[in-house]
Nanobody, 124 residues
């Protein structure tokens, strides 16, 4: 099992940047496929990005070119660098882990472990 704790959320103006972190505890973090999801008020949770155990990444079209997902297996951390933020990026952001070798950011059912979330608010 793995436990996940997000940090780094906050309030920023449009065009600004934030860096989210997810600290993982438990065994074999490097074997998990990891992802970031978000949920805006009144909306369904949506996938943002994912990185597999080999470091391959993929992103939703809405964040491609603006967000960067990365992982540090030595420190058991997952990071989401968010640049050129827009008001529509406002949401609760969640870190998630999957036992699958390859997970999909488009399918939250691939992920069995979730953090509690960190709030990101982007003002215009």
């Amino acid at each position: 099992q793995v436990q996940l704790v997000e940090s780094g959320g906050g309030s920023v103006q449009a065009g600004g940047s934030l860096r989210l972190s997810c600290a993982a505890s438990g065994n074999s973090y490097s074997s998990y496929c990891m992802g970031w999801f978000r949920q805006a008020p009144g909306e369904d949770r949506e996938g943002v990005a994912r990185i597999d155990r080999d470091g391959w990444t993929s992103y939703s079209d809405s964040v491609k070119g603006r967000f960067t997902i990365s992982r540090d297996n030595a420190k058991n951390t997952l990071t989401l660098q968010m640049d050129s933020l827009k008001p529509e990026d406002t949401a609760m952001y969640y870190c998630a882990a999957s036992n699958r070798r390859s997970c999909r950011w488009s399918n939250e059912k691939d992920f069995g472990y979730w953090g509690q979330g960190t709030q990101v608010t982007v003002s215009s």
